[in-house]
């Protein structure tokens, strides 16, 4: 019976072993290593004395005990001080590893001298032999060193407990329950009469303890948890709550820029720490960890810094998660940003007063031009204001009525509207001037300043950046005179194939033809000419626009009323 729990300890022990250095090898130091080696030799060594017939192979089996046996109160002395979050001083490691070294010298000498042990024999138990001693003067050490490790490690355990800033307290508590389990198997072997080795089960007890806590403390591990990525970036805090707000840890930087998160303690709950007083920072964590907010990060300022908070939520298991927050100075960044914004909006302002100016200049040029092409016709003055005021008119109704073209395609119609007539510029003056009605011959050549204006606005605005103003005035100056009904000129094209804003200028340019006076004919009366107008809707004029067209007339009446003869 006894020789398979022994076999079992050490295959357990050689497990953890294994397990703890797969697993935890970037999170632990080499005194774990050496903890759970000295208690798989200590098993190893039951497991032979188990096999032993003779005092000889018995002594060789204790000794292998011992091997592990003298330095394994050390190790877990070492592991407790870590997993507290503790270190011991060099000085006391030092004594303590001489001390292992003498005792382990001193067990060794049995069969040599009685200092240690004066005899030793072998007895049967349940069909297995034990080793028996009998103690020498010097044994006391052993107990001693024991119960000195102990009485170390309590003393860690209970000053951590009461540390909760860098030490969950259930692993406090955890770390004494398998201590005192360990003790108690010592004083039951060395007190009772079983002849039972139960010291084995005790460092088997400290072991599975340690490998628990090792289990557990991962997640409270925050520079563990933080290492990788705080070597690949510049984040300069850290701190980490589990999935129900519970305080993991953090670093010392967090609590120098938020003094009131050093309030925090291991396993404590942020929302008891939240007040009216509290800072934005932990509120804004606890919208992260309520799944509240979802942006990745967010800048916070404090006085004259800035601090870009990071939250990234990790999935320990099925039910554990872990959310951890990364802190970066962002002050110089957010001074850099600031900077670049202001002068981008200073550069904007700056190209658009420039643009605008550049507009203005370009608008006067073609207006200019267009008032000289107009002197040239001595029949038609003032026509290209009063086109140009009608058009306007009109598209201010139209804006209202047609939802399909934004604001830009309308601006481009009322600047495109002095350019209907620029191919004028190419006519004769002899035909251009004359008083009276046209031959066949000269009407033929006063058409085609629709083609031959097209062509003269494509060349002068040819380099210019609006190319959505290009196409309009190009349009407008060669189908202004293109009927509904395809009897226009110069392209005799009909309906929708005329361009929208050509279709526009139509209608403004007839009508001013009709209300003004010219050489040839005297200007008609509102009534008249608006009459015209409606006759014409289907054959000259788009029908819908003929009828929008008309639902100006008040607008119009005035306009023409305001100008002088």
């Not at 084995?200 to 557990?216: C, D, M, Q, S």
Request: with cysteine; glycine share 6%; hydrophobic share 40%.
């Amino acid at each position: 019976m006894f020789d398979f729990i022994y076999t079992f300890s050490f295959i357990l022990s050689f497990c953890y072993l294994f397990v703890m250095i797969s697993l935890f090898r970037k999170r632990i130091t080499s005194f774990y290593v050496m903890l759970f080696a000295s208690i798989m030799i200590i098993n190893f060594g039951y497991m032979q004395m188990a096999d032993a017939d003779t005092l000889k192979m018995a002594i060789y089996a204790n000794q292998t005990v011992n091997l592990g046996y003298c330095f394994t109160p050390f190790f877990f002395l070492m592991c407790v001080a870590d997993l507290c979050g503790k270190k011991i001083d060099m000085r006391i490691q030092t004594i303590l590893i001489i001390y292992s070294g003498i005792l382990f010298f001193f067990v060794s000498t049995i069969g040599i001298t009685d200092l240690y042990y004066k005899s030793v024999y072998l007895v049967e138990n349940h069909g297995i032999y034990l080793l028996k001693k009998e103690h020498g003067p010097l044994h006391f050490i052993n107990p001693l060193y024991l119960f000195g490790t102990l009485i170390g490690g309590y003393f860690i355990v209970f000053q951590s407990f009461f540390n909760r800033r860098k030490v969950s307290y259930k692993n406090s508590l955890l770390l004494m329950v398998f201590m005192t389990l360990m003790v108690a198997c010592y004083l039951i072997e060395k007190l009772s009469s079983l002849n039972i080795p139960l010291i084995p089960f005790g460092f088997n007890l400290a072991e599975t303890g340690v490998f628990i806590l090792l289990t557990r403390i991962s997640m409270y591990d925050v520079a563990s948890i933080s290492s990788d990525v705080l070597i690949e970036t510049s984040i300069s805090g850290i701190i980490c709550f589990d999935g129900k707000g519970r305080f993991l840890g953090a670093d010392t930087d967090v609590f120098e820029w938020f003094p009131d998160a050093a309030g925090l303690k291991i396993d404590s709950n942020i929302e008891s720490y939240i007040s009216e007083n509290s800072s934005d920072f932990l509120c804004q964590i606890l919208k992260w960890i309520k799944g509240e907010e979802r942006r990745n990060s967010v800048i916070l300022q404090k006085k004259e810094q800035f601090f870009r908070i990071s939250h990234s939520e990790r999935k320990e298991t099925k039910f554990k998660r872990i959310h951890c927050f990364f802190i970066t100075d962002d002050t110089e960044q957010q001074k850099y940003t600031k900077l670049v914004e202001s002068y981008n909006e200073n550069l904007e302002k700056d190209v658009y007063n420039k643009t605008k100016k550049i507009h203005t200049i370009q608008n006067d040029i073609i207006i200019g031009m267009a008032s000289i092409v107009e002197n040239r016709d001595n029949s038609t003055g003032g026509h290209i204001q009063r086109t140009s005021d009608v058009v306007n008119i009109f598209v201010e109704h139209l804006k209202q009525e047609n939802e399909n073209y934004d604001h830009s395609f309308w601006q481009n119609i009322v600047k495109a509207a002095p350019l209907h007539d620029f191919g004028k510029i190419a006519v004769p003056d002899v035909i251009l001037n004359k008083p009276g009605k046209f031959t066949d011959e000269e009407y033929e050549v006063m058409k085609g300043h629709a083609g031959k204006g097209a062509v003269i606005v494509e060349q002068i605005l040819q380099n210019s950046d609006d190319a959505g103003f290009k196409q309009v005035a190009a349009n407008v100056a060669h189908f202004h005179h293109e009927k509904w009904n395809g009897e226009g000129y110069p392209e005799k094209i009909s309906g929708e194939d005329i361009p929208y804003e050509a279709r526009v200028m139509a209608l403004a340019d007839v009508f001013d033809a009709l209300v003004s006076k010219r050489v040839y004919k005297e200007k008609f009366s509102f009534e008249k000419a608006f009459g015209i107008i409606e006759e014409s809707s289907g054959t000259h004029f788009d029908p819908e626009l003929c009828s929008q067209f008309l639902k100006c007339r008040k607008e119009l009446e005035e306009l023409y009323s305001s100008y002088s003869d």
